[in-house]
Nanobody, 115 residues
Framework: QVQLVESGGGLVQAGESLRLSCTAS????????MAWYRQAPGKQRELVAT???????NYADSLKGRFTISRVNTKNTVYLQMNNLRPEDTAVYYCNAHLFLNDYWGQGTQVTVSS
């Protein structure tokens, strides 16, 4: 069974940084398009960033310049570097792996940004 395990969330103050990690197992990680999503209380889950197997990245327009997605295939891990965090970035952040027609999700990691 495919497993995605996120880590790195926590409570930070506005302006600080966090790096989230997601490590995958039981999947051909190098072939996956990986993504980060987030869901704030009372809101729909939204796409944060994606990175293809070839390393092409894409970001939500509102997050460009502050967030950076990257991957290390030898570690089966995708990262999300989040800089200059704002209170509105508070959400549960989810890792997603897309392979062929299948989507797999992690359990989520909470990020809370205080003002």
């Amino acid at each position: 069974q495919v497993q995605l395990v996120e880590s790195g969330g926590g409570l930070v103050q506005a302006g600080e940084s966090l790096r989230l990690s997601c490590t995958a197992s039981r999947i051909t990680f190098g072939a996956c398009t990986m993504a980060w999503y987030r869901q704030a209380p009372g809101k729909q889950r939204e796409l944060v960033a994606t990175i293809t197997s070839g390393g092409t990245t894409n970001y939500a327009d509102s997050l460009k310049g502050r967030f950076t997605i990257s991957r290390v295939n030898t570690k089966n891990t995708v990262y999300l570097q989040m800089n200059n965090l704002r209170p509105e970035d508070t959400a549960v952040y989810y890792c997603n792996a897309h392979l062929f027609l299948n989507d797999y999700w992690g359990q989520g990691t909470q990020v809370t940004v205080s003002s």
